[in-house]
């Protein structure tokens, strides 16, 4: 049921509600004429800044999902930590009401046709979801910064064992199997309490925390000829 339509102003599917959305919007949309939607019924959160779309986009996935719907999608890194033009309130209203399931930080220089540092959403309606593990109250963040390899001077790519390594955490921290526990620097599972602590930014690095290093034994001297 594929239609060429307006997402925002046309909206081609307007009482679509879907189990799954996966989707990479254009990031920071300033030309989305956000001010002729001012009380558009999707805006249950806050309205999105006529300048920005991020937000825009965030609640009109959220708005087309079933009861137990997932969306997952691409944003510019400054949706997870923006509060100028009521997009600090915007984020903070979809936390507190639990739809944000996962954060993940990707590395740069993934995108073929912009150098913007990128991040993965998923949201939920229903994080008691009875196929999964209840989740109320917590969300989980991943920080993949780290992760891929170079294919390129100027592009870099995911390898199958890092999309493995990465899906394969969030699938043991909903319940699908397998154990998952917190990886220093890597991922971490937060209550609402402390996203709340840090004003409701969702920036992954905040909450991993730093990894680990380990210190060989290798002489001070040597280390300092190489």
Known sequence: NIKWGDSFHDDMHKDLKVDFILANPPFNDSDWRGELLKDDVRWKFGTPPKGNANFAWVQHFIHHLSPTGTAGFVL????????????????????????VDCMVALPSQLFYNTMIPACLWFVTRDKKDNKFKD??????????????????????ELTDEDVKKISGVYHAWRGEGGKYEDIKGFCKSASLDEIRKHEHILTPG?????????????AFEEKMKK
């Open 76 to 99: 510019a890194n400054g949706s997870m930590s923006s509060n100028t033009s009521n997009e600090g309130e915007i984020r903070k209203n979809i936390i507190e009401n639990d739809f």
């Open 135 to 156: 989740r109320r109250g917590h969300l989980l963040f991943i920080d993949a910064r780290n992760m891929g390899k170079m294919i390129d001077r100027r592009h870099k």
């Open 206 to 218: 905040r909450y991993v925390g730093a990894e680990d290093i380990e210190e060989d034994d290798e």
